[in-house]
């Protein structure tokens, strides 16, 4: 089993494909390829620069890659039946046991709803999965009918997330065109996410920092 084989498994892009069709018909911004490839290869990054080997960082990919098929049962509780997804993947393709535990309880831990950091692979897919804030991921391009997930995501004009110099701290870096959104409206939706990732970089020892526009306001 390995991250490179399970994204061209093409049973398992059918689910993410019709998961996020299912998303879009609900109006939620982009789940699709984009969104997990991005939080399984920054999740896996992550861990490796912290150090870890290079088979805990290959789960947390493929973590990453599985962690929203939930969504093609219900948008309600999508980390719970996507992590009785993945293993039923998992366990199909004769995963060892250890592997799958690893995977299934960083899924479904993920979702600030009821998630908490269970492990450094839980941890890190939580800090990658709500840091994906990008104008990118808005599916309706006309603004007059935007509600504030759209105008939040769409005023992120740069987003980097990283460990800072000193080896200390997580950092998410925006940059945020105030012309479409102030700053407090991505608070209004991401306040839970922000106190999900300081939890999740607590558990990797280290501390959150959110940068908007170059202040630092978390």
């Known amino acids: 089993m390995s991250y490179e084989q399970l994204k061209k498994n093409e049973s398992i892009r059918t689910y993410i494909r019709q998961a996020d069709k299912s998303l879009e018909s609900l109006g939620y911004t982009e789940h699709s390829f984009a969104h997990v490839t991005l939080v399984a290869e920054n999740a896996g990054n992550l861990l490796s620069k912290l150090g870890y080997d290079e088979h ?5 990919k493929i973590a990453g890659f599985l ?3 939930g969504n093609l ?6 980390s719970q039946s996507g992590a009785i997804l993945a293993f039923r993947i998992l366990d199909g393709i004769g995963a060892p046991a250890e592997d799958i535990a690893t995977v299934v309880s960083a899924i479904g831990n993920h979702d600030e ?9 839980a941890a890190a897919l939580i800090i990658a999965d709500k ?3 990008r104008r990118s991921r808005v599916r309706n391009f006309d603004m007059a009918t935007f509600d504030i997930h759209d105008r939040v995501n769409y005023s992120v004009t740069d987003s980097k997330m990283s460990v800072s110099e000193d080896g200390s701290a997580i950092e998410l870096r925006l940059v945020i065109d105030t012309d479409i959104s102030p700053v407090m409206s991505y ?11 300081k939890k999740a ?7 959150f920092r959110l940068f908007i526009n ?5």
């Open 113 to 121: 709803g009821s998630g908490v950091p269970v492990s450094a692979v």
């Open 201 to 207: 970089a607590e558990h990797l020892g280290l501390s």
């Open 187 to 197: 608070f209004e939706i991401f306040l839970g996410r922000m106190i999900m990732c």
């Open 73 to 78: 049962v219900n948008r309600v509780d999508h």
């Open 214 to 218: 170059g202040q630092q306001l978390f």
């Open 131 to 133: 840091s994906d804030v």
């Open 56 to 60: 805990t960082v290959e789960l947390c």
């Open 67 to 69: 962690h929203d098929i």
